[in-house]
């Protein structure tokens, strides 16, 4: 494994551990969800550059536009349960009242 894997994978296993184990604010959540997301998006980058293929040009696009349409979404919904609980611990929300 080359350190450049190496770098990328730890950066998906911490953001993954982080909305594991640290789920205690929405936003903490959003924010591993992100780097996740952006450590995919460089891993996926540099994967299409090292083939050399127009192929598979189009992907890291569409996974930065899935992004963005995610980053959005979860910001939408924190604004609407900081306006309806006044606040964004995730133990303060209940899924079963909605």
Do not use: Y
Request: proline share 2%.
């Amino acid at each position: 494994m080359t350190p450049i894997h190496f770098s990328f994978s730890t950066a998906f296993v911490l953001g993954l551990s982080g909305l594991a184990f640290h789920r205690t604010h929405l936003l903490s959540a959003l924010l591993c969800l992100e780097g996740m997301m952006l450590s995919l998006f460089i891993a996926l980058s540099l994967w299409c550059m090292s083939l050399s293929s127009t192929s598979f040009s189009a992907l890291p696009i569409l996974l930065l536009a899935f992004s963005a349409c995610e980053a959005s979404t979860g910001l939408a919904l924190l604004v609407a349960t900081a306006r309806t609980h006044g606040t964004d611990r995730l133990q303060a929300l209940n899924l079963l009242q909605c």
